[in-house]
Every structure is written in C-alpha cells, then in structure tokens.
C-alpha cells in the first residue's frame, strides 16, 4: 500500500536575480514497510527532496501525498506531527533532556501526553536498547547511542513514515552497522516506511529499493 | 518649628501637640518619662532619633523652641518622620503659645475617637452633613491622601517613576538581549521543534516558561536585597515597609516584563526555517 508519493515535484530557489532548479520533477512513491535508499552525489538534491517529502519545504510545482492527504502549506505542521518521524545526521537531541525526556517531549509535541508518553517512550527507548540509559543526558551518550535516542525519537508516536538524514555519517563503522541493521528490524516489525538519504554504501544493505538521485531528477 | 541648639545651631522639628496623649495611646515607644507630664508645664518629650541632628541630649536637658526654653522630660524610640525632621511632643497649649500669631485661635485639625465599634464611614458622614464646610477623613484617607502628597505634589514622586520607568527600561532590555542571546544559541533545538511537528506556540511555551522562571529568579533576587537592606535603612532612621500586595505586584510585574521582553525572541523563533535541521 503506497503511503508517500510525489508527482513531477519541482523545487526552485531564488538567488539575486537568478533562479536556480533543484529538483526537476520527480515521481516518487514508498509502500507502507518498505525502506528506500535514496543516493546521490552532493549538490544534486537529496536534501531538498527530503525536506519536500518531510513536509519542511513546499514543491514549487507538482504534488506530495502523504496517506492520501495533500500536502498544502496549511497542513504541513500536522503531517509532520502526525505521519512523520525524523532521524538527522546531527542527531539534534535536546542537550537539556535525558535520552528518555528527548523522546518524550517528541510525543508531547504530537499531542500525547502524561503518563500514556511515559509508556510510549519507554516502549522506544528500550527497543533500541537503551533501557539502562534512559536517563543519561546526550553529552553522557556515545554517537552510535545518541543516534539510537534519535531513531527511538522517530519511532515514537507511531509515525508510519520514517525518513533519515545521512544517519551513518557521524558513526564509525561498527556503530553505522549496529544502528542501520537495529533501524531496519523496528522499521519492519512495526511496518513503517523508511527513507534514508545518504553516502554510505552499507545503507543498500538493509535497503529494499535503491532510488538515485542526480542533477534534481530520479535516474 | 525651629529649635536652637546648645551649639548656636538652628535646626527644625515638627511638633505634635495634644491635649492629652495618653488618651489617644501615641507617641508609642516611650522610653522616659510620662506623656502625661506634659500638661504639668514647659515640657517637652522628643524622639531618640533627634541626637543624630541635634547631638546627644538627655532628660532634664533643656532645648529653645522658638526663643522659649523647654524641659526634656522624656524620650520615645521610633517616633520618625518620613521626612528624618526630628519629632518633638509637647502639649496642645504650649505649642499654640509659642506661636501665638499663627496658631492662636486657630485650629486646623481636630482628631476624633471613635468608640468601639463606631462606624468611621458612618460617622464621618454624619460630620460632613453636619459641617458641610470642613474635610472629614478617616485615618486610612488622611494616610492615602499623604502619601499622595508626597507622590503628586513633590519631587519625589517624579524621582520615584523615573527611577521605576528606568529600572523597568534597563530590565526588559538586559532579559529581552539575554532571552535573545539564548534564543540564538538553541536555533537548532527550535529547528528541531519545528521539523518533529511543533509550532511556533510550542517554542513560546519554551521561550515564554524561560522568561517567567527569569521573572521568578529575578523578583527573588530582589525580595531578598530588600530584606538585606531593611537594616541598613533602619540606621538612617527609614523604614522600609514592603506590604505584601506589593510583593505580590512586583511579582506579576516582573513576568509581565519578562514576558514582554521575550516578544523579539518569540519573532525571531516564529520565522526559523525547520529546514536548518538538515544542514550541518
């Protein structure tokens, strides 16, 4: 069941006088469980196309769907809270919560509160096996743990989309491992639809589909 | 009334006279002597706090009121002006005799004593009806139009705002700079908020609970220099007075700074772009 598609979407930015095309109209689409790589060389997009598929940025032309909804500038907020999870490259934990309160201020900010949070995060945080950590603060964790809160962060809420940021580029490679393979098992457990963007070749290994990215286009 | 000092010095005091003090149960704080002593002649009781100007004095000492020698013939503590004008007690017929063209025959005040359980509002009504050209005033109107007095028809009022309008000025501008700077320091949390779903009524709840505790912190801070202070002022003989209404309202004032302080923080947090997550 597709869950995400985009048809001819476009995206220009203007810079002076100029307008520079960045993505020249894609069509894309994920099924509900499926976990997309989605490569390209730097410069060629991914990161706009991810924005546009995470509701950060409009499409200047052409259309997002998200779970037969829409996407209009009026609604952006809520798909996000209500469809989408995000993991980033930087993490970008909030260095004044501990791993679990990271988690559950995510849930918060999608409307589930008190005590249902709690459960719900701790649910997270113990499936990516950070039970015993759960109250560390981010500086006290490791790059593969703080990207683990992270995912724990995406997964909470039961977004049905998850889309990563180049997640293995501030791991070593044993962490990257470790963390691509835990991601993969609650993505599918749990039948979300995953779309990393990245570099690393290791992602094409817990990946079902390989979608390229280059000069703004789907090759 | 002027009095002068052993030393040749002239300095002021502000007399209360009475026909019988013991009556109304004021001054209070005597320490020698007996208020009822003053009906028996020249005399004179004065407040401790009197030696600061006038030098050290002791009972049976005589001071000049007005070119007349008066008997010290007691002493109060804590009987102080707002002014710091030393205060001197004598009786009601003394005090007019010793300024007979002004205060001969005339009489401008008269205290009145309810008995228990009189109604002032009632009573002072009935006056009013009665003396339709004379001012009536209960002790809490006298004491309100005082201090409006000193409010409205002195310098001191206008130092008063002034020095408030600047403390509030120089306050929103410190917390508004500070909340900004922080608001600066954590754009990438506030992108990050954004891109997980939050809106920007999320990051003023954030930005908003910042000021109030700033607020909380701040009103503490001063709660507690004032409560330091109250002995040092004591030593200049002023009271500091701080009822809880205004504890209670410098409270409020102070989130309500805050608050309003935060408003330039709020504008720069309602136009991040949650883009800025994505770049490194």
Request: aromatic fraction near 8%; charged fraction near 25%; hydrophobic fraction near 45%.
């Given at each position: 069941?597709?869950?995400?598609?985009?048809?001819?979407?476009?995206?220009?930015?203007?810079?002076?006088?100029?307008?520079?095309?960045?993505?020249?109209?894609?069509?894309?689409?994920?099924?509900?469980?499926?976990?997309?790589?989605?490569?390209?060389?730097?410069?060629?997009?991914?990161?706009?196309?991810?924005?546009?598929?995470?509701?950060?940025?409009?499409?200047?032309?052409?259309?997002?769907?998200?779970?037969?909804?829409?996407?209009?500038?009026?609604?952006?907020?809520?798909?996000?809270?209500?469809?989408?999870?995000?993991?980033?490259?930087?993490?970008?934990?909030?260095?004044?919560?501990?791993?679990?309160?990271?988690?559950?201020?995510?849930?918060?900010?999608?409307?589930?509160?008190?005590?249902?949070?709690?459960?719900?995060?701790?649910?997270?945080?113990?499936?990516?096996?950070?039970?015993?950590?759960?109250n560390f603060l981010p500086r006290d964790l490791s790059g593969g743990q703080k990207?683990?809160?992270?995912?724990?962060?995406?997964?909470?809420?039961?977004?049905?989309?998850?889309?990563?940021?180049?997640?293995?580029?501030?791991?070593?490679?044993?962490?990257?491992?470790?963390?691509?393979?835990?991601?993969?098992?609650?993505?599918?457990?749990?039948?979300?639809?995953?779309?990393?963007?990245?570099?690393?070749?290791?992602?094409?290994?817990?990946?079902?589909?390989?979608?390229?990215?280059?000069?703004?286009?789907?090759? | 009334?002027?009095?002068?000092?052993?030393?040749?010095?002239?300095?002021?005091?502000?007399?209360?006279?009475?026909?019988?003090?013991?009556?109304?149960?004021?001054?209070?704080?005597?320490?020698?002597?007996?208020?009822?002593?003053?009906?028996?002649?020249?005399?004179?009781?004065?407040?401790?706090?009197?030696?600061?100007?006038?030098?050290a004095f002791a009972v049976n000492d005589y001071r000049e009121v007005l070119g007349?020698?008066?008997?010290?013939?007691?002493?109060?503590?804590?009987?102080?002006?707002?002014?710091?004008?030393?205060?001197?007690?004598?009786?009601?017929?003394?005090?007019?005799?010793?300024?007979?063209?002004?205060?001969?025959?005339?009489?401008?005040?008269?205290?009145?004593?309810?008995?228990?359980?009189?109604?002032?509002?009632?009573?002072?009504?009935?006056?009013?009806?009665?003396?339709?050209?004379?001012?009536?005033?209960?002790?809490?109107?006298?004491?309100?139009?005082?201090?409006?007095?000193?409010?409205?028809?002195?310098?001191?009022?206008?130092?008063?705002?002034?020095?408030?309008?600047?403390?509030?000025?120089?306050?929103?501008?410190?917390?508004?700079?500070?909340?900004?700077?922080?608001?600066?320091?954590?754009?990438?949390?506030?992108?990050?908020?954004?891109?997980?779903?939050?809106?920007?009524?999320?990051?003023?709840?954030?930005?908003?609970?910042?000021?109030?505790?700033?607020?909380?912190?701040?009103?503490?801070?001063?709660?507690?220099?004032?409560?330091?202070?109250?002995?040092?002022?004591?030593?200049?003989?002023?009271?500091?007075?701080?009822?809880?209404?205004?504890?209670?309202?410098?409270?409020?004032?102070?989130?309500?700074?805050?608050?309003?302080?935060?408003?330039?923080?709020?504008?720069?947090?309602?136009?991040?772009?949650?883009?800025?997550?994505?770049?490194?």
């Open positions: 069941m597709t869950i995400l598609t985009t048809r001819h979407v476009e995206k220009t930015f203007t810079e002076g006088r100029e307008t520079v095309p960045v993505l020249r109209g894609i069509d894309f689409s994920v099924e509900r469980g499926e976990i997309v790589s989605l490569e390209g060389p730097s410069g060629s997009g991914k990161t706009t196309f991810l924005s546009i598929l995470g509701c950060i940025l409009t499409p200047t032309r052409g259309e997002v769907v998200i779970e037969g909804e829409a996407v209009a500038e009026r609604n952006l907020a809520e798909i996000r809270r209500r469809s989408l999870g995000f993991v980033f490259q930087q993490f970008n934990l909030f260095p004044s919560l501990s791993a679990i309160e990271n988690v559950e201020y995510a849930l918060n900010v999608k409307g589930v509160r008190g005590r249902e949070a709690r459960v719900e995060a701790q649910r997270v945080i113990e499936a990516v096996g950070l039970g015993d950590r759960q990207q683990r809160v992270a995912i724990a962060r995406a997964l909470a809420g039961k977004a049905p989309i998850l889309l990563a940021d180049e997640p293995t580029a501030n791991l070593d490679s044993a962490a990257g491992t470790q963390v691509l393979e835990m991601f993969r098992t609650l993505a599918k457990q749990e039948n979300r639809a995953l779309v990393i963007v990245t570099h690393d070749p290791k992602v094409r290994t817990i990946a079902d589909r390989v979608a390229k990215i280059q000069d703004g286009a789907l090759v | 009334m002027n009095v002068s000092l052993p030393t040749g010095a002239v300095e002021g005091t502000e007399v209360y006279a009475l026909e019988d003090f013991s009556r109304w149960s004021f001054p209070q704080g005597v320490t020698e002597g007996d208020l009822g002593d003053l009906r028996r002649g020249p005399y004179m009781v004065l407040d401790d706090s009197a030696k600061k100007r006038w030098g007349r020698r008066l008997k010290i013939i007691g002493r109060t503590i804590d009987a102080k002006s707002f002014t710091t004008t030393p205060l001197t007690f004598m009786d009601y017929r003394l005090a007019q005799s010793l300024n007979e063209s002004e205060l001969r025959g005339n009489t401008t005040y008269i205290l009145i004593k309810l008995a228990p359980g009189a109604n002032a509002d009632a009573v002072g009504a009935e006056i009013r009806r009665r003396l339709p050209y004379n001012d009536v005033y209960t002790k809490a109107d006298w004491a309100k139009r005082s201090r409006n007095y000193w409010i409205d028809s002195t310098g001191l009022g206008l130092n008063m705002y002034i020095t408030v309008f600047l403390g509030c000025l120089v306050g929103i501008v410190v917390v508004a700079q500070t909340l900004y700077t922080s608001t600066m320091e954590h754009i990438r949390e506030f992108g990050t908020v954004k891109a997980i779903g939050g809106g920007n009524r999320d990051i003023y709840a954030i930005l908003g609970k910042q000021a109030t505790i700033a607020a909380i912190a701040g009103f503490a801070l001063g709660a507690l220099q004032a409560f330091a202070l109250r002995p040092v002022m004591s030593k200049i003989d002023l009271k500091l007075i701080i009822p809880n209404e205004l504890y209670l309202a410098v409270l409020l004032g102070s989130i309500a700074l805050c608050l309003t302080a935060a408003m330039i923080s709020f504008r720069k947090v309602a136009s991040i772009d949650p883009a800025l997550v994505f770049r490194t």
